[in-house]
């Protein structure tokens, strides 16, 4: 069955940079738009990014834009997020997903904090 798997959260600075990968199987994982979205403590989904299956149209949230880049590898079964220039309002628990399914990962914890 489809299984999504996402690390490379942690503890950065304001101002630091992370990139978030989800690693995909038991899906043919090109032919699929993909998403991330966030939850931050004691708050609701987010949408936060999207991308279409070949990789050359991606979507931002307002709160993100400029600063994270949603890019896929489809020979590698891989969708990443480069957070840059992190603020404390990024903290929360990152969740990729496939785009319009019931079909997440674990999720993976990013705090910002000084």
């Known amino acids: 069955q489809a299984q999504l798997v996402e690390s490379g959260g942690g503890l950065v600075q304001p101002g630091g940079s992370l990139r978030l990968s989800c690693a995909a199987s038991?899906?043919?994982?090109?032919?699929?738009?993909m998403t991330w979205v966030r939850q931050a403590p004691g708050k609701g989904l987010e949408w936060v990014s999207d991308?279409?299956?070949?990789?050359?149209?991606?979507y931002y949230s307002d709160s993100v834009k400029g600063r994270f880049t949603i890019s896929r590898d489809n020979a590698k079964n891989t969708l990443y997020l480069q957070m840059d220039n992190l603020k404390p309002e990024d903290t929360a628990v990152y969740y990729c997903?496939?785009?319009?399914?019931?079909?997440w990962g674990q999720g993976t914890q990013v705090t910002v904090s000084s």
């Open positions: 038991g899906f043919t994982f090109s032919n699929y738009y």
């Open positions: 991308i279409n299956k070949g990789g050359g149209g991606t």
């Open positions: 997903k496939i785009a319009g399914s019931n079909v």
